[in-house]
């Protein structure tokens, strides 16, 4: 699967399913059937949408840490707490699980907003709020986490 790219304001209905916009529709053709995994954020009220194969990879990783260590454990377990797996149906549509909807404050306008290998589904106000709060220290983020060494991006 190639690196996702977009953001995009979309509409839940009634019934909190969401219409999956266009772009990324196509970007994810190649998995869509497949199926993917929607989960609780760890940083943010929001919700993160995996491509199964993506959540395989995730979860071949866990799978490596030591289940005899309480806080591997327990890790793995809040981790994985309210995991739903969820497909793409043949409207286009996604079912936001009711559990889901109701940690990530969805109401009716969201934000669908790619994060590399993932989608992340936002509330619209929670999302613009998240932006607007990140703006002020961005700069500075950026530099800490993209500055360290130019040979890393084939600078000499």
């Known amino acids: 699967m190639d690196l996702l790219t977009g953001t995009y304001d979309c509409k839940v209905d009634a019934k909190g399913r969401l219409m999956m916009p ?3 529709k196509k970007q994810l ?3 869509l ?3 993917f995994v929607l989960r609780r954020s760890v940083f943010q ?3 993160e949408l995996y491509p199964m194969s ?4 995730l979860m071949q990783k866990m799978n490596k840490l030591n289940r005899f260590n309480k806080k591997n454990n327990d890790f793995i377990r809040r981790f994985t707490a309210g995991v739903k797996m969820v497909e793409v149906d043949v409207n286009g549509r996604l079912l936001i699980p009711k559990d889901l909807t109701v940690f990530a404050d969805i109401t009716k306008d969201i934000v669908v907003a790619s994060a590399i290998n993932i989608i992340e589904i936002w509330d619209k106000d929670l999302y613009e709020q998240a932006i607007d709060d990140a703006a002020v220290d961005f700069a500075d983020l950026a530099e800490e986490v993209m500055g360290q060494d130019d040979e890393d991006y084939g600078i000499s």
């Open 33 to 35: 059937e497949g199926g």
């Open 54 to 57: 993506e959540w395989q990879v």
């Open 29 to 31: 053709a190649s998995v």
């Open 45 to 47: 009220k929001c919700l």
């Open 22 to 24: 266009a772009p990324l």
